[in-house]
């Protein structure tokens, strides 16, 4: 099967060699998956990528969803698909096994997910909200919630949704305005409008259950005042029969640059006053329900990005090798053409796109990893260390990877020319597809605020410190071999000169100039994001030069000879200018901050 | 009239207080255009762009163009459109009034122009097609060629094209095949394909004019062996009558990502061996015509990039000041919700967009100006490096302000959020339309490679060091207002380090390592772009400087203010990190060209 989705021998690296997910199955939690079976699961996944979800990519993107009265048809194409996704227990992957759960690390997960997103990513959204309502039910459901929910959700006969935004509450969710009136019998009448809801109604699934953030008549203004409750369009009886409709009613879909496949719903509830839900944990505390679900939440987007990245590059690395245009630039004139490949910008654009996507991947299998660990691990310090370093790379693995992928989607239209441009090739539907996920579930510029105003000061700091422990580790590994001392060189001076950057916006805020230090939020996720790359090839390149000691089969020496290129092109031709961008946060100019709103222009 | 497609206020400062235009007419080729004649012509662009183009930019994207049976319908709004603009004879400006033509000024056109590709730039490829048709009659046309043909072109009442890609002939236009045998009695036979044609069929006019690029038979392989003809859809009698149909079919139209309005045909030349043209130039000599046009074509693709970018900023501006979105970052919590504008990232995100919005539109209009000035001076030494100034510049008129045009459509469609990516907004449409502008008329890549391959070494490098001249005198001017010295000194530091660059280079050319200096030939054309906005960017600011000396009325105040503002952050935020890319092309890594091709990956 071709590598058209992702790089299996990529994949393979990250998850045996680099990460070694076979340690997890010396642990009773994850004993199933050695390394047979992680493989097997890896083939299965993308084996159903390949032949069932790509080739309906750009049929569904084509079709898209319609909306008539209320009903969303997505897809036709989707509906195998669906069938075959569930059939397959892809949902729930990592979840437990006595709710339709298959139990598996993270990790492997996300290495299904990869080929997943990578195939057909607006499919993928229907799956993605369905498990995460269902997160919602297994940690904040009652006993009968779960009962009534849970495996239905995780199997995939019913879907889940999140709704969330409203038209005047998008980045600002405390200025929702969906009421909850209590009816003195456990539910609640719930009336709102909400908008932006992917897979808020659809035909895949018989029922869907909505998680839905109101307010409870009466309680506080903003986040303190909101909760959680579950809200299914056709109302469940006791017995887990399918009872009435609960006037949760879809009020149209938003025609969009991209992801055609993915209904994107304005929802209407209580319209006639018969929308009825039960709370969903505590009162008032449905912002930080929320918060338990956004880290998942958030590597998703992240995933979904970057595979589309992943597509984009094998598209472009396979084109390039076959279209023949032009001569070597080095050959006598007249020459015959060559392939594209043999340019040398397109080879600079392709060593780009596979450096981006291979550290990419390595961030994102790394924060799976770094879950399953927590699991594992029977310290509670470890635990705690492990939590902080997710924490800290969330928004790097949504806000600075998403930013990277469209960058590489855009790439990987350049490499096709006049062709990339055309809907004959997937590369410009990658990239409109790509788009969204720098928006939705939270902005990078909100990433980016995480990262500066919450991550950087977690546990007084040490979470991020944690973090620049385990890069060190690298640096250190990697200064012992001659072959890498320099790039080992270059990655440390990068993360002297971040933590520079760090202290200087630390005294900005000290000195309580919360805007200024602010200004320069998505810069500094920026170049928070660059470092983690750099140390990922980095790690990449010490486990490529030892293996290349060994005297690996020849196509293994190319791959790992590749991991050593890519390293040292990303040190060499990124964290250069990464370093110019930290110089410009230390500036800290002020320009953006002080210029006036009449001083913008316009109007 | 609303700001919505391009600042008035900052084209004017363009036009009269940076550039000075009115000067061109003491000049006898100008002297109808003094100010108020150019302000009436800006004027009336802006009025008939916002009222009859903009209005159908989202209707003729979701119309877009049909194909049946070898004709094709563009957008039914683009008829009235149409008649509109060839009535105010827009379509030749700058031309000879004998043939049609208003003999503009080129500043003064492209002002027109940012405000008719700001408000439609798929509509306004028809109008440019048929003036670089035409303009190619102009130039290479014989008396009788320009008889029949000229006047109905620039007019509009017959349309043009430009046959050159062919499916294995893209960049490499030396790879075509099309073929023209001479028939005895002045006139060729066509038989060829065509692909990628904008145009080339519609049914705006009742004939369209084709130049068509061909290889005479037995004429040499490669670029040397091209000629240019003329085809016309409908044969042309001699008495300028319109005759037979000429074999000139679309056999399709392509499915693109953007510009819908835009029909991209391909067409097949002599399918019935009935198609015939005459030789446009001289035989063989097809390349240099089609250089001869290039700068003309290459600076509206410039224009049209840019538009997108203008138009996106003020949109993005206009939401900023009314979303209400999310307390003050200083605000005690609970505050109520400010407009965005007011939060630093949007606002860092804003500036970001004003300041290459600005730079990019005086680097557009210099050029126009840069033309002007050869056509009203008589000495040769100063058109000659009037001449180099433009052939350097037009590459990064082409090449860098398309890359930054399109990651500005990027920032415009995040200031909107998840409104950004619907429909209901222009911004993903502007970005969508945008990226095509950094594939055609040359990929970005080749324009780095004419930037690197060319124009740097043009007249032994007197055309780059000219430019260089006058950015310093920017520079010293700036040195002497105490306000910009630090500003100027910056700019300097950026310039010096530009020709360390360069020099670099030069002696990694001169070892002959030919594709290690190509390798880095987009990074260098990022670099110059950059310093050149910078330049632009100071030169702005030495002019608000200035003015605000003056005391000026209380509205241009701002106006001014905002310049200063510009100028500042490019110079604090972007430059640094310019200087970081320099410093990664003179390190000049060679990893993307060491890498062998089964170590990239996939098969």
Redesign the interface.
């Known amino acids: 099967m ?2 058209v989705v992702a ?1 299996r ?2 994949v393979d690296f990250v998850l045996h060699e680099q990460l070694n997910v076979e340690q997890l199955s010396r642990h009773a939690q994850f004993e199933e998956f050695n390394k047979k079976t992680v493989d097997m699961v890896v083939s299965e996944a993308r084996n159903l990528a390949i032949k069932e979800l790509l080739p309906y990519l750009k049929e569904a993107d084509e079709e898209g969803c319609s909306f008539d009265n209320g009903k969303v048809t997505v897809p036709k194409a989707f509906h195998r698909a669906y069938k075959l996704f569930c059939e397959g227990e892809w949902i729930a992957m990592c979840d437990n096994p006595d709710w339709g759960g298959q139990g598996m690390p993270a990790t492997v997960a996300l290495a299904a997910n990869n080929y997943f997103n990578g195939a057909n990513y607006p499919f993928m959204l229907h799956n993605i909200l369905s498990h995460g309502a269902g997160k919602l039910v297994e940690c904040f459901g009652t006993d009968k919630q779960k009962e009534l929910f849970l495996e239905k959700m995780y199997t995939g006969v019913w879907g889940g949704s999140m709704l969330l ?1 409203e038209p ?1 509450a ?3 969710v405390g ?1 929702l305005t969906t009421k909850a009136v209590p009816n003195g019998d456990g539910t609640y009448s719930i009336t709102g409008n909400k ?2 809801i992917s897979s808020g109604e659809n035909d895949l699934v018989e029922n869907i259950i909505h998680p839905v953030l109101a307010r409870i008549e009466g309680a506080p ?2 986040t303190a005042g909101i909760s959680l409750f579950l809200v299914p369009k056709f109302r469940v009886h006791d017995d887990g029969s399918q009872g009435d409709f609960n006037d949760v009613i879809c009020t149209g879909i ?5 992801i055609h496949g993915s209904p ?1 719903c304005s929802m209407a509830l209580g319209g006639k006053g018969q929308c009825k839900g039960t709370l969903l944990g505590q009162e008032n505390r449905g912002m930080s329900a929320m918060f338990v679900m956004m880290n998942e939440a958030r590597l998703h987007v992240g995933m979904q990005g970057f595979s589309c990245a992943s597509t984009s590059y ?1 598209n472009a ?2 084109y390039a ?1 076959e279209r ?4 070597a ?2 050959a006598p ?2 020459s015959p ?1 060559v392939p594209i ?1 043999q ?9 780009t796109m ?1 450096s981006h996507s291979e550290g990419m991947r390595s961030i994102l299998y790394y924060v799976g990893f770094m879950e399953d660990m927590i699991h594992i691990s029977d310290n509670e310090e470890d635990k705690a260390r492990y939590q902080g370093i997710i924490d800290v790379l969330i928004p790097v693995a949504k806000g600075y990877i998403t930013d990277r992928a ?1 960058d590489m989607c ?1 790439h990987g ?2 490499v096709f ?2 062709y ?5 090739y997937p590369q ?1 539907q990658l ?2 597809d790509c ?2 996920t ?3 579930e939270g ?3 909100i990433q ?2 995480d990262l500066l105003g919450r991550k950087l000061g977690l546990n007084k700091g040490k979470a991020f410190t944690d973090l620049l422990a385990e890069v060190q580790k690298t640096i250190d590994r990697a200064k012992d071999i001659p072959g890498l001392k320099l790039l080992a060189d270059m990655v440390d001076a990068t993360v002297v000169k971040l933590m520079e950057t760090v202290k200087s916006l630390g005294a900005v805020m000290g000195a309580n100039n ?3 230090a ?2 320069q ?2 810069p500094f996720l920026d170049v928070t994001g660059d470092t983690i790359m750099g140390w990922m090839l980095l790690w990449r390149a010490v486990i490529a030069t030892q293996k290349l000691a060994d005297k690996p089969k020849k ?1 293994d020496i ?2 790992y ?2 991991q050593l ?2 390293a ?2 990303f040190i ?3 964290l ?6 930290m ?2 946060i230390m ?1 800290g ?1 002020t ?13």
Do not use: C
């Open positions: 071709a590598q790089d021998r990529d935004t005047e998008g980045s600002d200025a908008i932006f203004a903003g938003e025609e969009k640059m991209g994107t094998l690395l396979n090798k023949v245009q032009g001569a630039i080095t004139k007249g053409g490949i340019h040398p910008d397109i080879r600079r654009i392709l060593l596979k469209f855009s239209v350049h020319g006049g990339g441009f055309t809907r004959e410009e990239l409109r788009k969204i720098q928006i939705y902005t990078n510029g980016a605020m919360i805007s200024a602010f200004a939020a998505h196509k190319s791959f000879e590749g290129k890519s040292q092109f060499h031709s990124v250069p200018v990464t370093r110019g961008k110089e410009v500036t100019d320009a953006a901050l002080d210029i006036s709103e009449e001083a913008f222009g316009a109007k």
